[in-house]
């Protein structure tokens, strides 16, 4: 299986080629912080209330792009104020993303390739070597999003993220946005998965809500 962050970069794939859709600044790195907070709590390694965090299980998870994640919030001098959760762990978004990236590479699922932009400047690019994984993720978000289906808590995770960061519209048809949209605003009111995870997603949504507000422009 694979993790949130895992799925949630499958998401932002655009192109066979190694294109990535572009994301607002602000959400990038919150929403892989985001992605792998998720991860925890889906794996009980984290547990919360509602004004802190603490750790339930320091065991790794095996999955370096969750795991950098808990080695963080496990480390001495760590704030466990939940409402500072993202803003300390930031910092390494792109590195959870870099890792997530190395994770679907050595899984053959994508390609490291080297390229050049403008003839001279160096450019990574990760072309798609087999598409059913990506097919599978979006297909079973479309399924929930435009139909009937319940998602379980790691759809619940990967809509949430998808939707704060700003990518639903590279998922769902431009004709079929306005019923996604309704979708999405009565599965929030639903009691689908548990307060743990939700209290997360809600930590999550906030912050980058913040960041967008105090980025300079």
């Not at 080629?17 to 994301?23: A, K, P, Q, S």
């Not at 794996?43 to 509602?50: A, E, F, G």
């Not at 803003?87 to 080297?114: F, M, P, S, T």
């Amino acid at each position: 299986m694979l993790t949130v962050p895992e799925e949630f970069l499958l998401l932002t794939v655009k192109d066979d080629e190694g294109g990535f859709v572009d994301i607002p600044r602000e959400a990038v790195s919150a929403g892989f912080i985001g992605a792998a907070i998720m991860e925890l709590a889906l794996q009980n390694r984290i547990d919360s209330d509602l004004d802190r965090i603490w750790i339930v299980d320091k065991a790794p998870t095996g999955e370096a792009c969750v795991d950098l994640v808990l080695q963080q919030i496990a480390a001495p001098g760590f704030d466990l104020e939940a409402a500072k959760l993202i803003d300390q762990l930031v910092v390494y978004g792109n590195q959870v993303r870099e890792l997530a990236l190395d994770r679907l590479c050595e899984r053959k699922i994508l390609a490291k390739a080297e390229g050049r932009v403008l003839w001279f400047l160096k450019a990574r690019r990760y072309p798609v070597v087999d598409g059913k994984e990506i097919r599978e993720v979006k297909l079973r978000l479309l399924e929930i999003l435009l139909r009937d289906e319940l998602p379980d808590p790691r759809d619940v995770c990967l809509m949430s993220l998808a939707e704060t960061c700003g990518i639903i519209r590279q998922i769902v048809p431009a004709s079929e946005l306005k019923r996604a949209s309704e979708r999405l605003a009565t599965l929030a009111k639903m009691d689908l998965i548990g307060q743990n995870v939700t209290r997360y997603i809600t930590i999550f949504q906030e912050a980058v809500a913040y960041a967008a507000y105090t980025w300079p422009m």
